[in-house]
């Protein structure tokens, strides 16, 4: 799976926006970018994801620049229950064995009251 | 409606003992996956099965671990002769496996497995 690098950790206020970066400039044509999120003492669950085009769902949105080097998270409003590990994921769908994802350590998003 | 189930939600064994975790995944998804997730650390792929497919070991780290799925249902992860080293949370997970491999994983909350 191509590399991607997130910050380690970042902070926000509750009911702010909230921007997590991803770098990946080695995506390849068929990468799609995945990102997940973990809470304390859950698994990893699935927030977004997309190809080229701005995506939007109830969770979040996802930004993803024209180059498709660096894409962005967004969360509209924080809230105490979004502070998680955010992972952001590279997953090929040209074939091979992209079904497995590789997690990195992600960033680790704490929210203030 | 049900998640992916998995169990015990922890588990305490000497060293030396055997462990058997159990994951119970959601119904109709064919892909299960099975992660190790140590202490402060991200997620290391262990196992894959789709369906009746030779499942991908390549993740498995010695031949202590095993794991087996009978269909589309139930798989359990066994770790013989358990080592310190082997605490960690291990995660299950499946999916609908569709064209594209694009199905969002489905993890459960995992067992978190303590060797004395």
């Known amino acids: 799976d191509a590399k991607t690098t997130q910050p380690n950790s970042m902070e926000s206020n509750e009911e702010e926006p909230v921007h997590l970066p991803c770098n990946h400039s080695?995506?390849?044509?068929?990468?799609?970018i995945h990102w997940y999120r973990q809470l304390p003492s859950q698994g990893p669950e699935y927030v977004i994801h997309g190809l080229t085009s701005n995506v939007n769902n109830r969770m979040a949105s996802l930004a993803i620049a024209e180059d498709r080097k660096s894409s962005t998270l967004i969360l509209h409003r924080a809230t105490l229950r979004d502070a998680a590990v955010y992972y952001c994921i590279l997953r090929d769908v040209s074939g091979g064995s992209n079904y497995k994802l590789t997690f990195g350590k992600g960033t680790l998003l704490t929210v203030n009251p | 409606g049900a998640g992916v189930s998995q169990s015990p939600s922890n588990k305490v064994t000497e060293k030396g003992k055997d462990v058997e975790l159990r994951c119970d995944p959601i119904?109709?998804?064919?892909?299960l996956y099975w992660y190790r997730q140590r202490l402060g650390q991200g997620l290391e792929f262990l196992i894959y099965?789709?369906?009746?497919?030779?499942?991908?070991k390549s993740g498995l780290p010695s031949d202590r671990f095993s794991a087996e799925r009978t269909g589309e249902s139930v798989s359990t992860l066994t770790i013989q002769r358990t080592q310190q080293e082997d605490s960690a949370v291990y995660l299950c997970?499946?999916?609908?496996?569709?064209?594209?491999?694009?199905?969002?994983?489905?993890f459960g909350n995992g067992t978190r497995l303590t060797v004395t």
């Open positions: 119904s109709g998804h064919t892909a």
């Open positions: 080695t995506i390849s044509g068929t990468d799609y």
């Open positions: 997970a499946s999916s609908l496996a569709l064209i594209g491999f694009n199905s969002p994983l489905h």
């Open positions: 099965f789709q369906g009746n497919s030779a499942p991908d």
